[in-house]
């Protein structure tokens, strides 16, 4: 009987991913090439531990360290900001320097790998804590939920350097059997926590959020921003939009992403998803009174999700969308 080892079936699941995002509507490049890296990755290290392939040894920890930085490029462009080739060049370094130590600082690799995947992992929980959970080009329909799926892949990134302290400890111990053991399964479940965690939001669920701190009283501009922002929901009517971001909404209002997150906070004691949210429930409500169903309502007030929908609308109305329904029927 054919069996295959751990880190086959994950280039194959990675693989496939890899696929259903190619094929879809919206095929995001640095995901794409985070998915591609991890499967390359997966499939090297089967081939070397399992197919004993040794020619791939030099190429395996110049391929490994490709992941950590398309990994911060895929959060930055999926969250903050465009592609910059200038400025995002440097992260090139991360596996020319790996090429450079297998040409000439062998011994040092142990060292580097791991540290190239805790530098990158810190540096997105860091980004997270800085900006609050509130991604400018993640969509506010989402709620926190892209900040908690990012904060989990930095976390993968750096769990996975765990795997050469108990390498380290086989050694010590005289358990020479176990360092492949270990590379296998730990790369394993690191490349594969860090793509299905990239392409499959609903698989992590939303805790509820807590208040913001509010460590200042809102100022009178604050107010007049909320203002002008309340102004512009009204008449466009953009919270309609599932796709709506952070970003969009401060371009239209030609202020900083920060100063309007802060304001909201600020003002309202919400977060930016929160705020909308309460305009799209608002909408909701009136459609469900207008004799629309609980489906029509919620696709029609810039949901794509019946959980969020629902647990929203308990959240600001104190019940859910068919009891409202019902007390509607009951008065006339």
Known sequence: MLALPIPT?????????????????????FLMA?????????????????????ALLPFQPITATFVPPLTW?????????????PRDLVHLAAPGF?????????????????????LYGFAILAKLHRSGEDLPLARLEAGRLPARIWGGIGLALVLSALSDAFIAFAFMTGKTWLPPLIVSVFSSAALLAIGLLAVSPGAIGEAEPQRPEQAQNPTEQDAHLIQRLDALLETDRLYLDPSLT????????????????SAINLVSGENVSRYINRHRIQHACRALEDGANVTEAMLSSGFNTKSNFNREFLRITGTTPREWNARIAAHD
């Open 98 to 118: 790996a090429a450079f130590c297998v040409i000439f600082a062998p011994d040092t690799l142990d060292t580097v790998v791991p540290a190239i995947f805790v």
């Open 34 to 54: 985070l998915l591609t890296a991890c499967a390359v990755q997966s499939l090297i290290v089967s081939l070397r531990q399992h197919y004993g392939i040794a």
């Open 246 to 261: 952070l970003a969009r909404l401060a371009r239209r209002l030609h202020v900083p992403v920060k100063q309007l997150s």
């Open 9 to 29: 079936i994950v280039a194959f699941v990675l693989g496939g991913l890899l696929i259903r995002i190619a094929i879809s509507s919206e095929r995001p490049p």
């Open 73 to 85: 490029l895929a959060f930055q462009t999926a969250s903050f900001r465009q592609f910059s080739l």
